[in-house]
Nanobody
Framework: QVQLVESGGGSVQAGGSLRLSCVAS????????MSWFRQAPGKEREGVAA????????HYADSVKGRFTIFKDNAKNTVYLQMNSLKPEDTAMYYC?????????????????????????WGQGTQVNVSS
């Protein structure tokens, strides 16, 4: 059973940075599609970024392109989301999610978007608050 544990959330002012971490464990075969979603109160869960670890392809939501970076440290079984130039609208609960390539193949190919329903493994979430 894949287990995901996020950390790194907190409160920052607009323009600041945070780095979220997601440690994966409990698997025999590592899921090769790692992603970050976020959900603000009253809003739908939004796919923010994804990484296909098999080839390195990445996907970013338009709202975070140029500001957020997803990357993985294989030695630590950890996926990170580096968030720079944060805006108040980035305030949300951030979730790490994992599954296999089929969950993100259209997104990383640039022909689709992430759907939270395609991911079977989720962390508990970490809160990010950005003040103006």
């Amino acid at each position: 059973q894949v287990q995901l544990v996020e950390s790194g959330g907190g409160s920052v002012q607009a323009g600041g940075s945070l780095r979220l971490s997601c440690v994966a464990s409990g698997y025999t075969y590592s899921p090769n599609c790692m992603s970050w979603f976020r959900q603000a109160p009253g809003k739908e869960r939004e796919g923010v970024a994804a990484l296909y670890t098999g080839g390195g392809s990445k996907h970013y939501a338009d709202s975070v392109k140029g500001r957020f970076t997803i990357f993985k440290d294989n030695a630590k079984n950890t996926v990170y989301l580096q968030m720079n130039s944060l805006k108040p609208e980035d305030t949300a609960m951030y979730y790490c999610a994992a599954d296999w390539y089929r969950a993100c193949h259209t997104a990383v190919a640039g022909i689709g978007s992430l759907k939270w329903t395609d991911f079977g493994y989720w962390g508990q979430g970490t809160q990010v608050n950005v003040s103006s």
